[in-house]
């Protein structure tokens, strides 16, 4: 199964590692330790962030005009599902928060 390979640790270590516009040597030890904690969040939460880059769709319901009388067979993909959601949306507000810190510092 593809979770088990934990794709996102994968994408983490391949990130990009150079800041193009700036050297490390000319910024700030502020800036440098808000960078520290920007990358230990993404760090945290790459199986979110990789969900949300690699998006895909999970079918945890029969459709309206579909006629299904055995619904445990959508049990896994629901709970996949409200995991996955529950992540993004958890990311997401976090996320919001950090940026509006980063910028009023």
Same mark, same amino acid.
């Given at each position: $199964?593809?979770? =088990?390979?934990?794709?996102?640790? &994968? $994408?983490?270590?391949?990130? %990009?590692? %150079?800041?193009?516009?700036?050297?490390? =040597?000319?910024?700030? =030890?502020? @800036?440098?330790?808000?960078?520290?904690?920007?990358? +230990?969040? &993404?760090?945290?939460? =790459? +199986?979110?962030?990789?969900? %949300?880059?690699?998006?895909?769709?999970?079918?945890? !319901?029969?459709?309206?005009?579909?006629?299904?009388?055995?619904?445990?067979?959508?049990?896994?993909?629901? !709970?996949?599902? /409200?995991? /996955?959601?529950?992540?993004?949306?958890? @990311?997401?507000?976090? $996320?919001?928060?950090?940026?509006?810190?980063?910028?009023?510092?």
């Amino acid at each position: $199964m593809l979770r =088990a390979k934990k794709p996102w640790d &994968v $994408m983490f270590q391949n990130r %990009v590692k %150079v800041l193009y516009f700036h050297r490390r =040597a000319d910024l700030s =030890a502020k @800036v440098l330790n808000l960078l520290e904690e920007y990358l +230990e969040y &993404v760090r945290d939460h =790459a +199986e979110a962030f990789w969900e %949300v880059l690699h998006w895909f769709t999970i079918k945890y !319901k029969p459709e309206r005009d579909e006629e299904d009388d055995d619904l445990d067979q959508y049990s896994v993909s629901a !709970k996949l599902y /409200r995991e /996955r959601a529950a992540r993004h949306e958890s @990311v997401g507000r976090s $996320m919001g928060a950090r940026i509006r810190k980063y910028i009023s510092k």
